[in-house]
């Protein structure tokens, strides 16, 4: 198990270097220039020479890749004068000559071009929010999945397992952000006041008497629409598992037992049926949280899509990269998860390394 996630660790450092390279050469090929952003269509020379010396944006390509890598590795060669400062929040593991050394430190992703904040700040602010979006997704996705699922497998080739079969083939097939498009003006603009949703909306909301307070109605419209292909996803896993061990042998020993229909589905099949979905509902977190970004943007949701398309909007390179990153992260770390979870709840899975 150890050797095992070992590898896997290694194998997602070399994951996240790849990301770190193409999104820092796609960002390059990108039109406009950050500094004549920053400094304004009236600055002189000499100020946007400033500005770009104090983003680094002065170096020749090659320098500016190996500095963003060194900044963004726990482990990097910085002056002995920074280790352990606020910047790189970080000890000193091991000098290098007179005037570098090895620090051991947390990621750093730099500054944001706009507003000057760190990035992993500006990141911890907005995870929240996509965070619950996807739980939320995740759970509407589950809840009713497996229980259509289970619904058409108990009443196979009939109209309702059709209907439900070919409802879930269109929302595997329809993108996410169409869905989203029309959910929103469906529900959120043309019948809002029969279902009472807005268009747009935060999870918590500020009334100048009452303060701040939770409101879970926001969530409804994005996290349906976030969920709807997980949704077609575990309706058609959930069937094909449930029909596959309701014709098992030992099904039919439960009902030749006299044991109630409901005993037999819930007590015997669908606990032996969750297995895959058990699979497909862990391993899609990440997916949404990834997949989420159209969805805030849509709705306007305070989250990781919202900050990171408009970043890009921005020309705001390190918030871009480390939102990237970030993601990137989660996506490693949930994998590996998930696969020491299945080998744990299955002993018949073995892990390789």
């Not at 095992?4 to 050469?25: E, H, N, Y």
């Not at 500095?67 to 000890?91: E, F, I, Q």
């Not at 509407?140 to 083939?169: E, M």
């Not at 058609?236 to 006299?258: E, N």
Request: hydrophobic residues 55%; proline residues 5%.
């Amino acid at each position: 198990m150890l050797g095992f996630i070992l590898s896997r660790l290694w194998q997602g450092v070399l994951v996240l270097v790849g990301v770190a390279l193409t999104v820092f050469f796609l960002f390059q090929v990108l039109p406009g220039d950050p500094v004549a952003l920053l400094a304004g269509q009236r600055s002189d020379a000499a100020t946007r020479a400033a500005i770009a010396a104090d983003l680094g944006l002065d170096q020749p390509l090659p320098g500016q890749l190996l500095g963003y890598l060194n900044d963004v590795s726990p482990v990097g060669v910085h002056p002995r004068d920074s280790a352990g400062v606020a910047k790189y929040g970080g000890v000193q593991v091991l000098p290098l000559g007179a005037e570098q050394s090895l620090v051991l430190k947390t990621p750093y992703l730099r500054r944001s071009f706009q507003s000057n904040k760190e990035v992993l700040s500006i990141l911890l602010d907005h995870f929240t929010g996509t965070l619950w979006l996807a739980l939320a997704a995740m759970l509407l996705a589950a809840v009713l999945g497996i229980g259509l699922g289970v619904v058409a497998a108990l009443k196979p080739h009939s109209w309702l397992d059709r209907a439900l079969v070919s409802t879930s083939v269109l929302g595997i097939s329809v993108p996410s952000f169409v869905a989203a498009i029309l959910i929103a003006m469906t529900f959120g603009f043309y019948w809002s006041s029969w279902t009472g949703l807005n268009l747009t909306g935060q999870l918590y909301e500020t009334d100048p008497f009452s303060g701040r307070h939770l409101v879970l109605k926001n969530l409804l419209l994005p996290a349906f629409a976030l969920g709807i292909r997980p949704l077609a996803v575990i309706v058609q896993l959930t069937r094909s598992s449930m029909l596959d061990v309701m014709s098992q042998d030992y099904i039919r020993t439960a009902r030749a037992k006299g044991l109630s229909g409901y005993r037999t589905v819930v007590g015997h099949a669908l606990k032996n049926a969750l297995n895959p979905v058990i699979t497909a509902v862990s391993g899609w977190l990440a997916s949404l949280m990834a997949g989420a970004f159209f969805i805030e943007y849509i709705f306007n949701w305070k989250g990781l899509g919202t900050v990171t398309l408009r970043a890009v909007e921005n020309l705001d390179f390190p918030v871009v990269m480390g939102a990237t990153i970030f993601i990137a992260a989660l996506f490693v770390l949930v994998n590996i998860v998930v696969d020491v979870l299945y080998a744990v709840l299955d002993p018949r899975v073995k892990l390789s390394a």
